[in-house]
């Protein structure tokens, strides 16, 4: 299923001061979703790391906090609906473990804008897979769907068990 699209940024930290991605939301999008990931290694000069979400005029519509090496947050889905066709610009603020600790850092930004209702990207395939064996599954074009710059398809692969017994094995990657 076409669930939406991705853009993956890294980021360069010059240190203490703010970091900055800027996207623009699609007029398709229902949902929005921020990662931010570092090196774990890296994380133990952080005693904290904000993440917030404005819009063009500077109004915070969003936030989250980076409280390991990896965090996850959702942006409003009404601030969503009101930045169709506009702006949104993810800020990152690192807090230093140690005083005059700050020096540079990396991180990856994700930003992913979800449709309301996934489309689907192909006719189910049955697959035969022995226990500890693996499979390559095919995957199907996904439909047409206008992406803003940088942003590359994302989809959800579902697997269901033939018995109907256990859960889907579900997986959501970005096409290049």
């Known amino acids: 299923m076409l669930i939406g699209a991705e853009r993956s940024v890294a980021v360069a930290g010059r240190g203490a001061p703010a970091e900055s991605v800027t996207v623009r939301v699609p007029d398709w999008a229902g949902q929005a979703t921020v990662d931010v990931e570092m090196a774990r290694e890296q994380w133990d000069d952080f005693t904290d790391f904000g993440v917030t979400d404005f819009d063009s005029s500077g109004q915070q519509v969003g936030q989250g906090a980076l409280n390991y090496a990896f965090g996850r947050h959702a942006v409003d889905a009404r601030a969503t609906a009101a930045l169709k066709g506009r702006p949104l610009t993810v800020e990152l603020f690192p807090a230093f473990a140690r005083y005059n600790g700050a020096h540079p850092w ?8 979800l449709l309301a209702q996934p489309r ?35 989809i959800e692969v579902r697997i269901h068990p033939s ?3 256990g859960v889907d094995a579900v997986r ?5």
């Open 163 to 165: 018995d109907g017994v």
């Open 172 to 176: 959501r990657l970005p096409l290049p």
């Open 120 to 154: 689907a990207a192909g006719a189910g395939t049955d697959v035969r897979v022995v226990p500890g064996g693996r499979a390559v599954i095919p995957v199907g074009r996904p439909p047409e769907l206008a992406f803003p710059e940088g942003f590359t398809p994302l």
């Open 106 to 113: 990396r991180a990856t930004v994700r930003v992913r804008f």
